[in-house]
């Protein structure tokens, strides 16, 4: 199982919109629509943004959005505020186990 | 209140064995399974594997079968991860997860660091 590619670092400055980028196979990504993305700040334990795709948890900022095209899958943050900076993961199921994405560290100007 | 509550920092010689915990609370146990999860220090999220409280049936990452063992003892709504002989490059921190349908982790415990050093 390879990990998921994301671009290592993505910025923008408060208030725009950015997107991260997590491109996997047919076999985990395009296969099923079991996409998750986390966000973890320094220290602290991953927390869950987005499942299934682009379903929210309770909680989560509506800023916060998902989506997927073939074999890869996209997080969109909008509105961007300065504690949205930390890493972000991405993860999708695939033959009862799961892959995650090596990262992404969003960088708030 | 949901949560899981793991057990503290253990430090370790390599070829010792060890088993750290992750309790769940707030919710029944046995009918979601829990991931374990690894990141090396700093590094990204590792997946290594899960099982399922309610019949202990368990899946491993291909990466880390064979390496470590996961069980769960549903009577105490515990479940463990383990290590028969440590190695230098089982330093990490390993966070435990409760599992939703399409394998999104919504829960997480706080993390158990794990150092091992001669």
């Known amino acids: 199982q390879s990990a998921l590619t994301q671009p290592a670092s993505v910025s923008g400055s408060p208030g725009q919109s950015i997107t991260i980028s997590c491109t996997g196979t047919?076999?985990?990504?395009?296969?099923?629509?079991?996409v998750s993305w986390y966000q973890q700040h320094p220290g602290k334990a991953p927390k869950l943004m987005i499942y299934e795709v682009s379903n929210r948890p309770s909680g989560v900022p509506d800023r916060f959005s998902g989506s997927k095209s073939g074999n890869t899958a996209s997080l969109t943050i909008s509105g961007l505020q300065a504690e949205d900076e930390a890493d972000y993961y991405c993860s999708s199921y695939t033959s009862s186990s799961t892959v995650f994405g090596g990262g992404t560290k969003l960088t708030v100007l | 209140e949901v949560q899981l509550v793991q057990s503290g920092a253990e430090v370790k010689k390599p070829g010792e064995s060890l088993k750290i915990s992750c309790k769940g609370s707030g919710y029944s146990f046995t009918s979601y399974w829990i991931g374990w999860v690894r990141q090396m220090p700093g590094k990204g999220l590792e997946w290594m594997g899960i099982?399922?409280?309610?019949?202990?049936?368990?899946r491993y990452s291909p990466s880390f079968q064979g390496q470590v063992t996961i069980s769960a003892d549903k009577s105490i709504s515990t479940a463990y991860l383990q290590w028969s002989s440590l190695k230098a490059s089982d330093t990490a921190m390993y966070y435990c997860a409760r599992l939703l349908h399409g394998y999104g982790m919504d829960v997480w415990g706080q993390g158990t660091t794990v150092t091992v050093s001669s």
């Open positions: 047919s076999s985990d990504v395009g296969g099923y629509n079991y």
């Open positions: 099982i399922y409280p309610g019949d202990s049936d368990t």
